[in-house]
């Protein structure tokens, strides 16, 4: 058995293709979405909790079945996956939420949760004996494929807009790929990516239209249900830009019912920017998606002509769940609370699902008896200008530490004159 796949699905017009079509319905065209379709009582089969529980595998490759690639496959050596799930009680008091968890997913090899999609895209490139793969990111799909094709041995060129934050350009530049700043917007960069790729035959991997990068997205949700024992938690949180990430993560949840590995699935809380909110739009009156200008801080969501924004509402809805948007300063609240009381450090795009889940506990969405997971998509590491807009300078302290003493008394690190003649 080389993997479980039987074909592809459109979203839209929900009619079967084998997996020789393209990259999207052949029927409906660019928005005809596909999703890869197994053989579930195989897979029930062949995948128990006991034999996964015997592997030691700590990637996400351990749940290969579930994943749209042969049991031969070439895989990089990158080790993708398996990223903390851990207690944040102080967070859960800030938050109001009686349990939360933190999926620390900046602990990825490049840094955010996209190196999950870009392992299988580049493991489906070599399968197709492509050598040069491509993508338009705003940031971290690109830096996370350069790096997967560098552990590859493939090559790959890159689409950014042009307000890709500078260490994110970085990173692509250290991975050896040939990274090409597109003078406008990230739609634009999307469009000439798309363009370059039919016309050279690249394999494309924009998330959105290539089916099988979704899968690779599956993989955070398999995670959090196996590390919690396959009780999965009543609500989980995450941003969305495209809409891959959620949808991928629900169909995890969706599939590990199926196949038996869970009784009972988490309600998806989708947030996103207020200044970059059409999927939001879209959930809340059941029509179809209108792009828009965004505008965020939060670069890796901002995303106006969201590609997958129809599976994404599918699956929000399908899960009970709902979505919510945050301003800004609510997300540069967010990474500074987040930081302090967990010691996680999450860029904007990441911050903003915590600072989600704190104003849907706030107006009620979310019960505060639950047992909540917020999602941490993606390291502060890589856009430290926004991080430092939340949380401001260091201490300015002369060598012979004048001042020191009034620093520290401030910041409670040592009594205050005023405490100490109390005591
Ligand atoms: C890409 C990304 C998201 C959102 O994922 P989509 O699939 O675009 O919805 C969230 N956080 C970070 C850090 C990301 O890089």
Redesign the pocket.
């Known amino acids: 058995m080389a993997n479980f796949v039987t074909g592809l699905v459109c979203v839209l017009c929900r009619t079967q293709f084998s997996t020789r079509v393209g990259y999207t319905c052949p029927r409906c065209g660019i928005t005809g979405i596909l999703d890869v379709q197994y053989d579930y009582p195989a897979m029930a089969k062949a995948l128990t909790r006991k034999k996964l529980a015997a592997r030691a595998d700590p990637t996400h490759w351990r749940y290969r079945e579930l994943l749209p690639i042969d049991d031969r496959a070439q895989l990089p050596s990158l080790a993708v996956g398996w990223t903390p799930t851990m207690a944040a009680d102080r967070l859960a008091r800030h938050i109001g939420v009686r349990e939360l968890l933190i999926k620390d997913d900046g602990r990825n090899p490049t840094g ?3 190196d999950r999609a870009s392992s299988v895209g580049v493991v489906k490139a070599a399968e197709k004996r492509r050598k040069i793969i491509a993508c338009a990111s ?4 690109a830096s996370s494929l350069a790096g997967m094709a560098a552990s590859m041995g493939l090559r790959s060129a890159i689409f950014v807009p042009m307000r890709a934050p500078e260490p994110k350009v970085t990173q692509l530049l250290i991975f050896g790929a040939t990274v090409l700043r597109v003078g406008g917007s990230y739609e634009q960069a999307y469009e000439l990516c798309q363009q370059s790729c039919e016309r050279w035959g690249w394999y494309n991997r924009n ?2 239209i290539n089916p099988y990068l979704v899968e690779g ?1 599956k993989t955070v949700g398999l995670e959090i249900a196996e590390q919690l024992e396959w009780k999965p938690p009543d609500w989980i949180a ?9 949808a ?1 993560a629900w169909k995890a949840f969706r599939e590990l019912k199926t196949i038996g590995l869970i009784a009972r699935t988490p309600r998806m809380l989708g947030v996103q920017a207020l200044g970059a909110a059409p999927v939001t739009a879209a959930f809340r009156t059941h029509r179809p998606m209108e792009p828009i200008e965004p505008k965020t801080i939060a670069d ?2 901002a ?1 106006g002509v ?1 590609r ?1 924004w129809k599976k ?1 509402v599918m699956a929000i809805e399908e899960s009970g769940g709902t979505m919510i948007n945050v301003a800004d300063d609510e997300i540069l609240d967010a990474m500074n609370y987040t930081g302090r009381l967990t010691g996680v450090f999450a ?1 904007p ?2 911050a ?1 699902a915590v600072a989600g889940l704190k104003r849907a506990v706030a107006e009620g969405l979310v019960p505060r008896t639950c047992r909540a997971l917020a999602v941490v ?2 390291s502060g590491l890589k856009d430290v200008r926004a991080a430092r807009r939340a949380v401001g300078n260091p201490f300015e302290v002369p060598p012979d530490g004048s001042g020191l003493e009034e620093i520290l008394a401030r910041q409670e690190l040592i009594p205050t004159a005023k405490s100490a003649a109390h005591s």
């Not at 705003?138 to 799909?141: D, L, R, S, V």
């Open positions: 955010s949760l996209k705003t940031g971290n799909a998330c959105a997205k995450m941003s969305v830009g495209d809409g891959c990430t959620i991928g890796s969501i995303v969201p997958n994404a860029e795009a990441a903003t998509t993606g």
